[in-house]
Every structure is written in structure tokens, then in C-alpha cells.
């Protein structure tokens, strides 16, 4: 198995909704990450899981709320959103430390915020 | 800090020409480069990268990229398009070190193949 699979693949919530995002890998990969991306931008990193522990949160606002409950598992956890956090958010994964192998992203969560 | 930049934000070709799409970076540290491409709705997928060795790389789709670092660049290449290469394209940087590292990202080339 060499994908990183996300659901759901399309998402509308209100901004008094709570709902989450999954993502999972079975390649051993024993880091993963969110990004976030705006329509005609490139990805921007939102937090890193190195070994199951958060090592990089990129100043993310507190209503994204990710969580690694295992090694193949992540999910962002989303309450109070504002319109403008509508986006395609990207999960992926890599070996540690040699990240130019492995990287490995996922098809993505279009999220639209109304 | 590393930062990339992609020199044309839209790149327009005909049909079985050929194509380059520029890609220039700095970082103070060694890195990694890669290249990826996005169809419309979807994920990135890996073109290629380079890791070290060889300056000349060949990825997936008949792309290939030449890593030059004296002008920093790593530049992407195809000698003959086709319309289904029609997409967004990302040149990304990582540092290379112990421990996760993020990706950077150049703004992206849009590249779109005329019949």
C-alpha cells in the first residue's frame, strides 16, 4: 500500500459545526502533516507529527485541532470556522529524517465554510 | 530559512513542443528539490527529485530536471507536451536534517497545452 488516503473528499460545515478530518497511511511512514491550501496557492504547512508527537504547529489558529492517536492515523479536528478557512487541506506522510523519500500526499479534503 | 521561486506563473504551449518551467532556490543549508504536479481537484503527486549524485533527473511522465548549484536552480523539462499534462506544476524544497522537516513550496506554474 503506497497511498494516503482522506475523508472525507468533500466537506461543508457551518461555522457553529464541529466535524474532523481523517487521514491514514500503511506505509510505516512515521511522520505526517497537514497542509492547507487556497485556491491558486501552493500548500502551506499547518502542523507535523513526528513519531506520533506534534513537533511543528505553524501558528495554526486553535480551532483546527489535529491528533495522531497512531502511527498510521491523523485526523484534524475543526469547531467555529470562519468562511475564510474554506480551502483544500492536504494530509502526508514521509519516512523521518530522509524526507525526500517517501513524501506522500493525499487527494485532499475540499472544505467549504458557510 | 529556505525560499523557492518559480519564475512564470503561467506557461503556455502548443502541443509536442518542448518545455521548460524554471525553478530557483535559497537556502543557506543543503536541501532536497522536488518537483510535483497538480491536476485540477486533486492531491500533489511526486514528478521526480534529487536527493544527491547524479545533477540530471528523470521522473515519471517523461519529465526530467537538471539541478545546477552554482545558479541554484532545478529547472523541469520535457522535450515533447501533451494535452494531459495540462496542470498546476510545484517546485518545493526541504532541508535536509534529522527529524520531520516541512516542505516549501514555490507559487506554483500553471501550464497549459494548446491543441
Known amino acids: 500500500d503506497t497511498e494516503v488516503t482522506q475523508t472525507p473528499k468533500h466537506l461543508v460545515m457551518g461555522m457553529t459545526n464541529k466535524k474532523s478530518l481523517k487521514c491514514e497511511q500503511h506505509m510505516g511512514h512515521r511522520a505526517m502533516y497537514w497542509y492547507k491550501q487556497k485556491a491558486k496557492k501552493p500548500p502551506e504547512l499547518m502542523f507535523v507529527?513526528?513519531?506520533?508527537?506534534?513537533?511543528i504547529n505553524e501558528s495554526v489558529p486553535s480551532r483546527f485541532s489535529p491528533e495522531c492517536p497512531n502511527s498510521s492515523l491523523l485526523n484534524l479536528h475543526l469547531h467555529a470556522l470562519q468562511p475564510e478557512d474554506s480551502a483544500l487541506y492536504l494530509c502526508?506522510?514521509?519516512?523521518?529524517?530522509?524526507?525526500?523519500?517517501?513524501?506522500?500526499f493525499g487527494s485532499g479534503t475540499r472544505l467549504t465554510v458557510v | 530559512a529556505q525560499s523557492v521561486t518559480q519564475l512564470d506563473s503561467q506557461v503556455p504551449v502548443f502541443e509536442e513542443a518542448p518545455v521548460e518551467l524554471r525553478c530557483n532556490y535559497s537556502?543557506?543549508?543543503?536541501?532536497?528539490l522536488f518537483w510535483y504536479v497538480q491536476y485540477p481537484n486533486q492531491g500533489l503527486q511526486l514528478l521526480l527529485k534529487?536527493?544527491?549524485?547524479?545533477?540530471l533527473v528523470k521522473g515519471i511522465n517523461g519529465f526530467e530536471a537538471e539541478f545546477n548549484k552554482s545558479q541554484t536552480s532545478f529547472h523541469l523539462r520535457k522535450p515533447s507536451v501533451h494535452i494531459s499534462d495540462t496542470a498546476e506544476y510545484f517546485c518545493a524544497v526541504s532541508r535536509l536534517g534529522q527529524g520531520a522537516q516541512k516542505l516549501v513550496f514555490g507559487q506554483g506554474t500553471r501550464l497549459t497545452i494548446n491543441p
Open positions: 537556502s543557506s543549508v543543503s536541501v532536497y
Open positions: 534529487y536527493l544527491s549524485g547524479s545533477t
Open positions: 502526508a506522510s514521509s519516512q523521518d529524517r530522509r524526507t525526500g523519500i517517501g513524501y506522500t
Open positions: 507529527y513526528s513519531y506520533e508527537k506534534l513537533s
